[in-house]
């Protein structure tokens, strides 16, 4: 699992632009810049869409105020279900970046990967919360089971950021 200090992998995530799915290299966003990075086990699951996006909804202006230039929503998911799911909650209104990891790459490639064969959740994101900066990971947030949505809320986020 990837930790605090080290580089995030080279990955493509996809999103949808005025022409359909655009890959989106994570390098490139991230490169020379302070990025909140969020990921969620799958959009429109309940906690993901009650309290994890609606946090960073919340939150928006105060990280911007403290210096971070995007925020940025991965999930396990295609890139129609991301663009419809941030039209949905507010997200892709209030400037959140919907990304989707199709591939379960770099989900796989940052050791966040698992399976919940039980619940229909294959291949999907553990539930997670990063700073950024210039490709480097400062902070890194988990939660301590499922369901919960509390470190790796924006105000979680925000509160270890000081």
Same mark, same amino acid.
């Given at each position: 699992?990837?930790?605090? %200090?080290?580089?995030?992998?080279?990955? *493509?995530?996809?999103? @949808?632009?005025?022409? /359909?799915?655009?890959?989106?290299?994570?390098? #490139?966003?991230?490169? /020379?810049?302070?990025?909140?990075?969020?990921?969620?086990?799958?959009?429109?699951?309940?906690?993901? +869409?009650?309290?994890?996006?609606? +946090?960073?909804?919340?939150?928006? #202006?105060? $990280?911007?105020?403290?210096?971070?230039?995007? @925020?940025?929503? @991965? +999930?396990?998911?295609?890139? !129609?279900? &991301?663009?419809?799911? %941030?039209?949905?909650? %507010?997200? *892709?209104?209030?400037?959140?970046? &919907?990304?989707?990891?199709?591939?379960?790459? $770099?989900?796989?490639? @940052?050791?966040?990967? !698992?399976?919940?064969?039980?619940?229909?959740?294959?291949?999907? +994101? $553990?539930?997670?919360? &990063?700073?950024?900066?210039? %490709?480097?990971?400062?902070?890194?947030?988990?939660?301590?089971?499922?369901?919960?949505?509390?470190?790796?809320?924006?105000?979680?986020?925000?509160?270890?950021? /000081?």
């Amino acid at each position: 699992m990837i930790s605090v %200090g080290e580089k995030l992998p080279e990955a *493509t995530l996809v999103q @949808i632009g005025a022409k /359909g799915p655009e890959p989106v290299a994570i390098g #490139d966003k991230t490169r /020379g810049r302070k990025v909140a990075i969020f990921a969620v086990p799958g959009a429109y699951t309940p906690t993901c +869409s009650a309290a994890h996006v609606p +946090s960073f909804i919340r939150t928006k #202006d105060q $990280l911007i105020a403290k210096g971070v230039d995007e @925020i940025i929503c @991965i +999930s396990v998911n295609d890139p !129609f279900v &991301m663009a419809a799911w %941030g039209k949905e909650t %507010g997200a *892709t209104e209030a400037g959140i970046t &919907m990304l989707a990891d199709a591939d379960c790459s $770099l989900t796989e490639a @940052i050791g966040m990967r !698992f399976d919940a064969a039980a619940a229909g959740l294959l291949a999907r +994101s $553990l539930r997670y919360a &990063m700073l950024v900066e210039d %490709g480097e990971v400062t902070i890194l947030q988990m939660e301590k089971g499922p369901g919960i949505c509390e470190l790796t809320a924006g105000e979680g986020l925000l509160e270890t950021m /000081g």
